[in-house]
């Protein structure tokens, strides 16, 4: 499997480094593909532009690096909506869900404001938006799944890590190990591996400089065994939803 780096963000939304710096340094550090993945809102009246200057750097870096097109939508409501308009997805290789923050019936979860709320109540809300999450299609990559309820103190113990596991097979989505927010011996990570959910490594970078600096654990788990995900495969047998 080729060694990549599928999640990274340039100054198209809030990375401090132009695309072309961030595919030229995934090229030095070794890797054979790499994706920008820029954060967007459904508002973003930029991604047609991002997305027809990624395609030209395709071809200007191509011979050398592998480069992918994508966008990360944060999850907004219980129906696992996310924010990023329907027309965006046939611009881009890929699609990122991802949660920063929790939805609840009206608005979201406050770490601060809600200190107070039974976390079974955040898990529940959390529990009924990441399955419908896995239910969108528009979404190909489930990204630092539990990332924001380590935020909330919530542990794994608190968690159905087997009813999760199932939903993320039968879902057919790719399974992130995102080195800034998860660790390898995650238990989601763990059972979805033993049950060959295609795992991606990832940086999260947002810079060259984190690139460079999480290129070490990346190189690192992307060597544990794991079943890496085929992404050439992936995006040529996709269905891209109208």
Same mark, same amino acid.
């Given at each position: 499997?080729?060694?990549?780096?599928?999640?990274?963000? $340039?100054?198209? !939304?809030?990375?401090?480094?132009?695309?072309?710096?961030?595919?030229?340094?995934?090229?030095?550090?070794?890797?054979?593909?790499?994706?920008?993945?820029? /954060?967007?809102?459904?508002?973003?009246?930029?991604?047609?532009?991002?997305?027809? /200057?990624?395609?030209?750097?395709?071809?200007?870096?191509?011979?050398?690096? *592998?480069?992918? $097109?994508?966008?990360?939508?944060?999850?907004?409501?219980?129906?696992?909506?996310?924010?990023?308009?329907?027309?965006? *997805?046939?611009?881009?290789?890929?699609?990122?869900?991802?949660?920063?923050?929790?939805?609840?019936?009206?608005?979201?979860?406050?770490?601060?404001?809600?200190? /107070?709320?039974?976390?079974?109540? #955040?898990?529940?809300?959390?529990?009924?938006?990441?399955?419908?999450?896995?239910?969108?299609?528009?979404?190909?990559?489930?990204?630092?799944?539990?990332?924001?309820?380590?935020?909330?103190?919530?542990? /794994? !113990?608190?968690?159905? #890590?087997?009813?999760?596991?199932?939903?993320?097979?039968? $879902?057919?989505?790719?399974?992130?190990?995102?080195?800034?927010?998860?660790?390898?011996?995650?238990?989601?990570?763990?059972?979805?591996?033993?049950?060959?959910?295609? #795992?991606?490594?990832?940086?999260?970078?947002?810079?060259?400089?984190?690139?460079?600096?999480?290129?070490?654990?990346?190189?690192?788990?992307?060597?544990?065994?794991?079943? *890496?995900?085929?992404?050439?495969?992936?995006? *040529?047998?996709?269905?891209?939803?109208?």
């Amino acid at each position: 499997m080729m060694l990549m780096d599928l999640h990274t963000h $340039s100054n198209y !939304s809030d990375g401090k480094n132009t695309p072309e710096e961030m595919i030229q340094t995934a090229f030095e550090l070794g890797y054979e593909a790499v994706a920008i993945t820029d /954060h967007v809102w459904r508002t973003s009246a930029w991604v047609p532009d991002y997305a027809e /200057h990624l395609k030209q750097l395709k071809t200007q870096f191509s011979g050398l690096i *592998r480069v992918y $097109s994508g966008i990360e939508a944060k999850v907004l409501t219980l129906d696992g909506d996310i924010d990023a308009d329907a027309s965006f *997805r046939p611009l881009v290789d890929l699609v990122l869900g991802s949660f920063h923050r929790i939805p609840k019936p009206k608005g979201f979860y406050s770490k601060t404001k809600d200190a /107070h709320i039974s976390r079974t109540e #955040i898990v529940e809300h959390w529990l009924v938006s990441f399955r419908r999450m896995l239910d969108n299609p528009l979404v190909d990559i489930i990204a630092h799944p539990l990332s924001e309820l380590k935020g909330f103190g919530i542990q /794994h !113990s608190q968690l159905p #890590i087997k009813e999760l596991v199932d939903l993320i097979v039968v $879902s057919g989505k790719i399974l992130e190990i995102n080195v800034r927010y998860n660790s390898v011996d995650d238990q989601i990570i763990q059972m979805a591996a033993e049950q060959g959910v295609p #795992i991606l490594v990832s940086s999260d970078s947002h810079s060259v400089i984190d690139m460079v600096n999480n290129s070490v654990l990346v190189k690192d788990l992307s060597n544990r065994g794991f079943q *890496r995900v085929d992404i050439e495969r992936y995006i *040529r047998n996709k269905n891209i939803p109208k």
